[in-house]
T-cell receptor, first 110, second 116 residues
Framework: ETGVTQSPTHLIKTRGQQVTLRCSSQ?????VSWYQQALGQGPQFIFQ???????GRGNFPPRFSGLQFPNYSSELNVNALELDDSALYLC?????????FGEGSRLTVL | GENVEQHPSTLSVQEGDSAVIKCTYS??????FPWYKQELGKRPQLIID?????GEKKDQRIAVTLNKTAKHFSLHITETQPEDSAVYFC???????????????FGGGTRVLVKP
C-alpha cells in the first residue's frame, strides 16, 4: 500500500462543467505531481507542486489548475470541461524522487 | 521536450518464455529511466529503474539495460508467468529524481499477455 489516496474514484460530468479532484500524499511526501492518462496511452505530466508552489508544468492549458495545502495534500481543478478531458487522473507523491501513484480518479465527460 | 517511443505496443508470449520491451528517448540529458507495471484498473507500480551511470540492473526475473549512446533502454522479463500479464510503461526523466520540476515522460505502453 503506497499511502497515496485520491477522491473521487469515478465521476461523470458534462461539457462546460468544472471538476475538482483531490489527492492525499503519502505521509511526509512534500512533492505532488498530477498526470492525465487517456485510455490506451501513457500518463502525461500536467504539473507538479512542491511545498505549496507550482514547480513545473506540462503542455496543458490554463483551465487545468491546482493547489497544494500545508499538509501537502493537493487538488486538481479543471474548468470548462471538454470531451477530450475524459481520462484517468493520477496523483503521485514523492520525497526523495521515486513516485508513488494513487489509484486515480476516472473522469468521464459527456 | 523529451519524447519516449515504446515498442511493441502488444506482446504475446508463452508462459516460461522471455519478453523484451524496448524504448528510445530523445533528450540526451535524461538520466533516470523507470519501468512501471499497470494492471487493469490499477495504479502504475514501479517494478525496476536504472540511472544513467549504470548499464544494466537486474531484480530476480526482471532486468533493464541502458545504452546511453544510442539513447535506448530495454526491459527483459524471463520465465514469464500469467501474473506478468499487464501493461508496461517505460519513462524518462532528466535532472535527477530530486530536481525541482522534474517530470516523467512516459512511453505509450506495451500490453503483455502471457499465455498458459
Amino acid at each position: 500500500e503506497t499511502g497515496v489516496t485520491q477522491s473521487p474514484t469515478h465521476l461523470i460530468k458534462t461539457r462546460g462543467q468544472q471538476v475538482t479532484l483531490r489527492c492525499s500524499s503519502q505521509s511526509g511526501h512534500n512533492t505532488v505531481s498530477w498526470y492525465q492518462q487517456a485510455l490506451g496511452q501513457g500518463p502525461q505530466f500536467i504539473f507538479q507542486y512542491y511545498r505549496e508552489e507550482e514547480n513545473g508544468r506540462g503542455n496543458f492549458p490554463p483551465r487545468f489548475s491546482g493547489l497544494q495545502f500545508p499538509n501537502y495534500s493537493s487538488e486538481l481543478n479543471v474548468n470548462a470541461l471538454e470531451l477530450d478531458d475524459s481520462a484517468l487522473y493520477l496523483c503521485a507523491s514523492s520525497l526523495t524522487g521515486e513516485l508513488f501513484f494513487g489509484e486515480g480518479s476516472r473522469l468521464t465527460v459527456l | 521536450g523529451e519524447n519516449v517511443e515504446q515498442h511493441p505496443s502488444t506482446l504475446s508470449v508463452q508462459e516460461g518464455d522471455s519478453a523484451v520491451i524496448k524504448c528510445t528517448y530523445s533528450d540526451s540529458a535524461s538520466n533516470y529511466f523507470p519501468w512501471y507495471k499497470q494492471e487493469l484498473g490499477k495504479r502504475p507500480q514501479l517494478i525496476i529503474d536504472i540511472r544513467s551511470n549504470v548499464g544494466e540492473k537486474k531484480d530476480q526475473r526482471i532486468a533493464v539495460t541502458l545504452n546511453k549512446t544510442a539513447k535506448h533502454f530495454s526491459l527483459h522479463i524471463t520465465e514469464t508467468q500469467p501474473e506478468d500479464s499487464a501493461v508496461y510503461f517505460c519513462a524518462a526523466l532528466k535532472g535527477g529524481l530530486s530536481a525541482a520540476g522534474n517530470k516523467l515522460t512516459f512511453g505509450g505502453g506495451t500490453r503483455v499477455l502471457v499465455k498458459p
